[in-house]
């Protein structure tokens, strides 16, 4: 691959909703710039993005892929994004590192959820963008419809740059409504505009030019006196108009027909911003100053990696941008945030899975390079002298979770290193575990997400692993004050055991914990020296209280009075009286089991608002408020967690996709009697075949 200067570059996202055609369309590209000699098609796996083997099976992207493209002495780095909301991570990370989009939506299903929510992430990062009608050949496709479909849905300046010639079978070209000429056929061969759309594009046409005039002012004047504008002037208008985000230029064509591809290709490049052009990145010195950073290939060296695969063959390989200086190849890094220096060994593009070698990459390039030890997606790899930390992209918080066991005892001990791995390769993945349930929690976006991290453990790690519904982490604590006592004693011929505890135990408001109390002891009646052991045997029973198993929380235990033996006391003694005077005094102090009560934020298409209020109220939500927001309504309530644990199914499944939520654990509460009964019954019941084994 040929070396390019970093206004020579253009760093495009293919964004849109799954089954848009945003792979078709990165094939088209590929061979019409001659970096391949055939298209390849998702429905045989044989395409350059989706070369990873979930892809290829279940014929959906399921991470970005960097397609470079060369075009008219330019590189465009295309970053083929998957359509799918699990998915939501690759997206964000390719928008990180993007400098514009291509929204690429469906001529007859219009805007879809992915669509909305990338054009929401493109809004976050305030990125230029541009939006390409697909499967103009469809049956039914309508190009005005979508476009008024745009429109209505996102706002703005939306204007066609062309126009379709014909639509479904009839489809033959585009109009180019800048150069005011058609282009027909694959091989976009030059033609007249045709008679029958004259008036189409004259009307198309004006809306375009009073576009570009508006983000100009020497243009508007010169418009609003009637002078014509030449295609050049046009051309200036609009790029600074889309570069700004007051201008959004909606193309046309057919990815699988290979139609009006090469007039997108000239666009991409006359009118997305290089990297010298786009909004600079703004990042951190340690002690906090900030610093801009211009696209500059003799700058500081700063490097964000947003993306790395954990290869069983290979090793790791991450894939970065580097946005301000010049990295080469068998060069040394310093990577924040670890504070480890790195090697770089042979730089590489990415094409797919394919690696171009390069020597070195400049500011604004996107690349690859294996074998960074200490690197991990959204990292920063800069100078030691000279440190520049660059900003992190902000994920939505993992919505679906599981809890995962071993198979087998050799899957046990791949578990701890399988799972960093696959936390450091995609930041949406999480995992932790539940001391309350002693569970190991997998958390993703959907559960198509959580299975393909499954599937990759087991093909990439051979790492097994069971999963299930992860049990809610209760606790249990008090609502009065009881008091009681204890008196163990042990006598089997020799030494014996002996130990007497008195104790009362209190509640406590909510978040203040465990305390214990010994000031009220007089007397020398229990020595100091076995006050820790009786704590010691309390806090035994914290971990899995008395009531049905699950962490003991608010309590406060005042040991007020007992008694000794001279020879039988010991530490022992004293720490199963303090156990079993807890456990027996809990027992009489009103127990209750408290469940995790979630704030939840739903965002749905305002005709379902009715049906996710009447389903909150059979979850037992409170609703604490609702609003409109640009069609869309809003609502946020407080829901028991355990009526949430499957709501990403229930909530796509009401709202056909179009919905989405976060949620936060807000507090703990009582659960009401009548569902606390069945959930006790069930520990003890384990609790007995357990100790049963």
Not at 390 to 405: I, Q, T
Not at 533 to 558: F, H, M, T, W
Request: hydrophobic letters at 40%; a negative charge; glycine letters at 10%.
């Amino acid at each position: 691959m040929a070396s390019y200067t970093t206004e020579q570059l253009r760093n495009v996202a293919l964004i849109g909703h799954s089954s848009a055609g945003k792979t078709t369309l990165a094939e088209a590209l590929l061979f019409d710039t001659g970096a391949t000699s055939r298209r390849g098609r998702v429905e045989d796996g044989t395409t350059v993005s989706d070369w990873d083997e979930e892809a290829i099976r279940r014929k959906i992207s399921v991470a970005t892929s960097v397609i470079p493209c060369e075009w008219q002495g330019c590189k465009v780095n295309l970053l083929d994004t998957p359509g799918f909301i699990d998915f939501v991570g690759e997206v964000k990370g390719a928008i990180t590192v993007a400098d514009a989009a291509l929204v690429v939506v469906d001529s007859v299903a219009g805007v879809e959820v992915g669509t909305e929510l990338g054009w929401g992430y493109l809004d976050d990062r305030s990125l230029p963008r541009a939006v390409f009608v697909n499967k103009m050949d469809r049956e039914n496709a309508n190009f005005q419809r979508v476009l008024s479909n745009v429109r209505s849905m996102f706002g703005g300046t939306i204007v066609p740059a062309q126009l379709p010639i014909g639509e479904g079978g009839d489809f033959r070209g585009v109009v180019d409504l800048v150069a005011m000429k058609a282009y027909l056929g694959e091989a976009a061969t030059p033609a007249p505009v045709p008679e029958s759309m004259a008036d189409a594009v004259a009307e198309a046409r004006t809306q375009l030019v009073e576009a570009a005039a508006e983000g100009d002012d020497e243009l508007i004047m010169k418009y609003l006196d009637g002078e014509e504008l030449s295609a050049e002037e046009i051309m200036d208008g609009l790029k600074a108009g889309i570069v700004a985000g007051s201008v959004i230029p909606v193309f046309c064509g057919s990815a699988l027909s290979n139609v009006a591809v090469r007039p997108l290709l000239d666009a991409l490049i006359g009118f997305m911003p290089s990297p010298v052009a786009a909004r600079p990145y703004v990042a951190q010195r340690p002690n906090g100053e900030e610093v801009t950073l211009a696209a500059d290939a003799t700058g500081p060296l700063s490097v964000l990696v947003f993306k790395t695969v954990a290869d069983p063959y290979v090793g790791k390989v991450s894939y970065f941008r580097v946005v301000s200086g010049t990295l080469n190849s068998d060069s040394r890094v310093w990577s924040l945030p670890s504070g480890v220096e790195e090697r770089i060994s042979q730089l590489f593009s990415p094409r797919g899975k394919e690696q171009l070698p390069v020597p070195c990459l400049v500011a604004g390039d996107i690349g690859g390079v294996t074998k960074l030890s200490a690197t991990a997606t959204n990292d920063t790899l800069t100078e030691k002298g000279n440190q520049l930390v660059l900003p992190r992209p902000v994920y939505p918080e993992p919505l679906f979770s599981v809890a995962v066991s071993p198979k087998t005892k050799a899957d046990s001990a791949k578990m701890g290193p399988t799972f960093q791995r696959i936390t450091e390769e995609d930041p949406t993945l999480t995992v932790r575990f539940e001391q309350g349930t002693g569970e190991m929690i997998l958390s993703g976006m959907g559960e198509v997400h959580i299975d393909l991290a499954i599937r990759r453990m087991e093909s990439k790690f051979g790492l097994s692993v069971l999963t299930s519904v992860p049990k809610v982490p209760y606790h249990e604590s008090i609502t009065r004050s009881a008091a009681d006592f204890y008196r163990h004693k042990k006598q089997t011929g020799g030494a014996g055991q002996f130990g007497e505890v008195h104790m009362e135990i209190k509640p406590l408001p909510a978040g203040t914990g465990f305390e214990f109390d010994t000031s009220r002891v007089f007397g020398g009646a229990i020595a100091s020296s076995f006050f820790p052991s009786i704590e010691k045997g309390i806090k035994q029973v914290l971990n899995q209280g008395p009531l049905a198993g699950y962490p003991v929380v608010d309590v406060r235990c005042e040991v007020y009075d007992g008694k000794m033996h001279p020879v039988d006391s010991k530490d022992i003694a004293f720490q199963i009286a303090g156990r079993e005077v807890f456990k027996k005094t809990f027992m009489q102090a009103g127990p209750v089991l408290l469940e995790p009560v979630m704030s939840v934020k739903i965002t749905v298409p305002e005709e379902y608002m009715g049906d996710i209020m009447s389903d909150l109220n059979t979850r037992r939500g409170r609703v604490q408020g609702m609003e409109q927001v640009k069609g869309k309504g809003i609502i946020t309530a407080q829901v028991p967690l355990a009526e949430m644990q499957r709501y990403s199914i229930d909530l796509r499944s009401m709202t056909q996709g179009r919905g989405f939520y976060s949620m936060t654990l807000s507090h703990y509460e009582p659960v009401p009697s009548h569902i606390a009964e069945p959930i006790i019954a069930q520990a003890r019941r384990e609790r007995t075949e357990a100790e049963d084994e």
